[in-house]
């Protein structure tokens, strides 16, 4: 079974960077598309940004359009935030689908990671 490790949170400024990981173990990303996820306190987790398998297709929430890029390469995803705002603020996850319909569907992912804390703030 597939196992994410999220990596690269932090707390930065409104307006800085940070590049988020998903590397993945226990079997091969080729044939997934993978999905970034965020959950706020006493927020349901959303997607955020889904990248198909072969890179070909991705998708950005409107709340992230033009500030967030998802990438990939062999077996780690990332998800490069720029211009972070406050309300960008969550644990951020990431989750492996081989339907792109239910990329980011959070309640049809099976195997999570402990996720990674973005933290935006003065």
């Known amino acids: 079974q597939l196992q994410f490790v999220e990596s690269g949170g932090g707390l930065v400024q409104p307006g800085g960077s940070l590049r988020l990981s998903c590397a993945a173990s226990g079997g091969t990303l080729d044939y997934y598309a993978i999905g970034w996820f965020r959950q706020a306190p006493g927020k349901e987790r959303e997607g955020v940004s889904c990248i198909s398998s072969s890179a070909g297709n991705t998708y950005l929430a409107n709340s992230v359009k033009g500030r967030f890029t998802i990438s990939r390469a062999k077996n780690t995803v990332f998800l490069q935030m720029n211009s972070l705002k406050p309300e960008d603020t969550a644990v951020y996850y990431c989750?492996?689908?081989?339907?792109?319909?239910?990329?980011?569907?959070?309640?049809?992912?099976?195997?999570w990671g402990r996720g990674t804390q973005v933290t935006v703030s003065l």
């Open positions: 989750a492996a689908s081989r339907l792109w319909s239910i990329c980011l569907d959070a309640k049809q992912q099976r195997s």
